[in-house]
């Protein structure tokens, strides 16, 4: 079936524009996962959904970033007045329950540019 | 939070077995030990993942130190599609919340 998968694939943005960048899950996932990754690093955990509703936002790196899930589905994580240090691959993944021993399928992940 | 350390490279001859080492002295009781891979301009994969025992599957094996504070990936016969970064992930208890590490990029020589 088909995987996670997530659009736009590249973003350039100029700084101080707003960017939204989307999460299509697998389907049937209720858990829904945003990292981002900067060059050469580690992927840094941004934000969980289970369903709809988000009980772990701790990652968020500053009140400019914020996402939302429509119901088990899509998920949309908006980054406002983009700054040059947004720059990274934001990357998505799903598991079907959220609990720890699940898989977490990754998207191709998007790729911001800000300039 | 419970952090991993892993080498940041190795190298592999290709068909020889590979053990990537990772340390997590921190571990909670209850924190599941994952091990995923990137491959170049991929989002991660999931290789194998385990509690207390060890792991086989038909990518990898797992084996867990008996104090849980170090465990190790097993690729029985490298080949070059193997070559990306290894990733050791504690599934945080409590939190939903996956730790990564800075990984271990492979290097498989032909």
């Known amino acids: 079936g088909a995987g996670v998968s997530q659009s736009p694939s590249n973003k350039v943005t100029e700084k101080g524009k707003d960017v939204e960048l989307r999460c299509d899950p697998i389907?049937?996932?209720?858990?829904l996962y945003w990292y981002r990754q900067r060059l050469g690093q580690g992927l840094e955990f941004l934000i969980y959904?289970?369903?709809?509703?988000?009980?772990?936002k701790s990652g968020l790196p500053s009140d400019r970033f914020s996402a939302e899930r429509t119901g088990e589905s899509v998920s949309t994580l908006t980054i406002q007045r983009t700054q040059q240090e947004d720059s990274a691959v934001y990357l998505c993944?799903?598991?079907?329950?959220?609990?720890?021993?699940?898989?977490?399928?990754f998207g191709p992940g998007t790729r911001l540019t800000v300039l | 939070d419970a952090k991993t350390t892993q080498p940041n490279s190795m190298e592999s001859n290709e068909e020889e077995p590979v053990h990537l080492p990772c340390n997590h002295s921190t571990i909670s009781g209850t924190d599941y030990i994952h091990w995923y891979r990137q491959l170049p301009s991929q989002g991660p994969e999931y290789v194998i993942h385990g509690l207390t025992s060890n792991v086989n599957n038909r990518m990898a094996s797992l084996a867990i130190a008996e104090d849980r504070k170090s465990s190790t990936l097993i690729l029985h016969r490298a080949t070059l599609r193997d070559a990306a970064v290894y990733y050791c992930i504690l599934g945080a208890s409590g939190t939903y919340k996956y730790i990564f590490g800075t990984g271990t990029r492979l290097k498989v020589l032909a």
């Open positions: 993944a799903s598991s079907s329950t959220g609990v720890l021993s699940d898989t977490q399928y």
């Open positions: 959904f289970q369903g709809n509703s988000a009980p772990d």
């Open positions: 389907s049937g996932h209720t858990a």
